[in-house]
């Protein structure tokens, strides 16, 4: 075993003992804004070009918590079918960095004079890792697993995703990384998640998000939020991620309940908020803080006119 298998086995092994803190790729719980992070075929999916920024530390107080940020870039061309952005994650657990950078291509179908669309999309990407030695203390300082700098490599990668949607619905299919990972026993993830826009009056509107993970060597995972959306501008809510096996999160499921909130600061720029904590997670045992901010910028030509609902997606 190489001195870069030996590093990770051990890292790895560490840090995929709990579930939700398990999963081998970044989780965020903001993903409903953020599509394109797992899924290609999001890009282009809206007339204007839009510019996301997440962040988000977990078990706030502890060193070497985990730490994700992701920014996404999507535009699409003026024949409305063609959508091309950039999209990366930053994922961060002790020692260990995991930098990936994506190229996301889409192309959108019209299905019907309903404005029902199909986004089909495919995702090339990179992955390198950093291990940050001065975070490790061995017991034998002669150690050379733990001494030796690693050879980063730059790991190149292939996904792909589908992506259904009109103005109040969406459904998305992806497989945002197809190659896997020997070295660092990264295997596929699988992606489905759908969601919309049910109106209840002219000024409330309920959000409700799914999202469903699976891994080879992970069980299946869910998240679900609904979020009350006032006026078109704010909107505030519940959610909670554990295993489809497990139902809801407790303490042999795992898992943990939270809460979203977040306001359109006007019609080109959104701000979001999540919190995961000991708060709302007395019973399960969990006694250290997660947050994620979520920014947005819309760049809507101003021929464009208003925003629509979509917005929100």
Not at 61 to 73: F, H, K, L, M
Not at 234 to 262: E, H, M, N
Request: hydrophobic share 40%.
């Amino acid at each position: 075993m190489s001195l870069r298998q030996k590093t990770f086995f051990i890292l790895f092994t560490v840090t995929t003992i709990n579930f939700v803190s398990s999963q081998q790729e970044a989780a965020f719980s903001l993903y409903m804004f953020n599509h394109q992070s797992i899924n290609p075929a999001y890009v282009g999916a809206q007339d204007y070009t839009q510019i996301t920024l997440l962040g988000r530390t977990q078990w706030s107080g502890i060193i070497g918590a985990p730490e994700s940020q992701a920014i996404s870039i999507g535009h699409q061309f003026k024949n409305k079918n063609l959508g091309l952005g950039f999209s990366s994650i930053v994922d961060k657990i002790g020692p260990v960095q995991n930098t990936n950078a994506s190229l996301d291509l889409a192309y959108h179908l019209t299905l019907n004079d309903k404005k029902l669309r199909l986004g089909l999309g495919l995702k090339l990407s990179g992955r390198s890792y950093q291990l940050d030695n001065s975070m490790l203390t061995p017991f034998d300082s002669s150690d050379q697993v733990f001494t030796e700098p690693i050879n980063n490599k730059f790991l190149p990668n292939i996904g792909m995703g589908v992506y259904l949607h009109n103005e109040k619905f969406y459904l998305g299919l992806a497989l945002p990384y197809l190659l896997e990972d020997i070295e660092v026993n990264l295997k596929r993830n699988y992606y489905l998640f759908f969601g919309g826009l049910l109106n209840s009056t002219k000024k409330i509107q309920f959000k409700p998000s799914f999202l469903f993970q699976k891994t080879e060597i992970l069980p299946l995972a869910y998240d679900l939020s609904i979020l009350i959306v006032a006026n078109d501008k704010f909107w505030i809510g519940p959610q909670l991620r554990s295993t489809a096996s497990g139902g809801i999160p407790g303490k042999k499921s795992a898992g943990f309940y939270g809460a979203i909130a977040g306001f359109h600061i006007n019609d080109n720029l959104s701000l979001g908020y999540a919190y995961q904590g000991s708060n709302l997670n007395k019973n399960l045992g969990i006694t250290n803080n997660s947050h994620e901010l979520f920014l947005r910028f819309n760049l809507v030509p101003k021929v464009s006119g208003i925003l629509r609902s979509p917005r929100l997606f």
